[in-house]
């Protein structure tokens, strides 16, 4: 299923894996959209152009019952999952914001206040004072890369979604149009 999308440079292999599974997991039965891709991806590797491989593998297909508004409904359906895995991720990747960055904050927070009291307490504190402000750094040094990752990944993640609804959307004008 992985190789649905073509050999689209630049998308990331995770995400694709994850899209993938879920499409999967909403594969619905007989031929429709998903078969169809495929035998026109299939068509294209023996070097028929786009019009072409999508004229013959719906000949083909239509043989065995597709009809145009069946690919159409159904490609519309793998979108609408597309969608809502979108809405899962972004849930999930706001969760892993929260979790690690705002526990990271209110880290941070707590040990700024205890530094506060500690500097106005007596010399034999300081140690204890340095040693928080050493934790600060760490902790700051772990936000930031942890806010990075989290980045990296949702523009990953963006990219190849959108990649992959442009590729979606790309087919369905297609099949209006040529079929």
Do not use: C, W
């Not at 019009?51 to 409904?73: N, Q, R, V």
Request: cysteine-free; proline content about 1%.
């Amino acid at each position: 299923m992985k190789n649905f999308f073509g050999e689209n440079l630049g998308l990331d292999e995770k995400s694709v894996e994850f899209i993938a599974k879920a499409i999967e997991k909403a594969n619905l039965p007989g031929f429709d959209y998903l078969e169809f891709r495929m035998a026109v991806d299939n068509l294209k590797k023996i070097n028929l152009d786009e019009i072409t491989a999508i004229k013959s593998a719906f000949a083909t297909m239509a043989t065995m019952g597709l009809t145009k508004e069946k690919i159409i409904e159904t490609a519309t359906h793998y979108k609408n999952v597309l969608i809502k895995e979108r809405e899962q991720f972004d849930a999930a990747s706001q969760k892993q914001q929260d979790l690690k960055i705002g526990q990271n904050l209110q880290q941070v927070g707590e040990l700024q206040r205890k530094i506060a009291d500690n500097e106005a307490k007596i010399k034999q504190l300081q140690e204890e004072v340095e040693q928080a402000r050493g934790k600060i750094r760490e902790l700051d040094y772990e936000r930031d890369n942890a806010s990075v990752k989290i980045e990296e990944a949702k523009s990953k993640y963006l990219f190849t979604h959108q990649s992959i609804l442009n590729l979606m959307e790309k087919d369905i004008e297609n099949i209006r149009q040529h079929l």
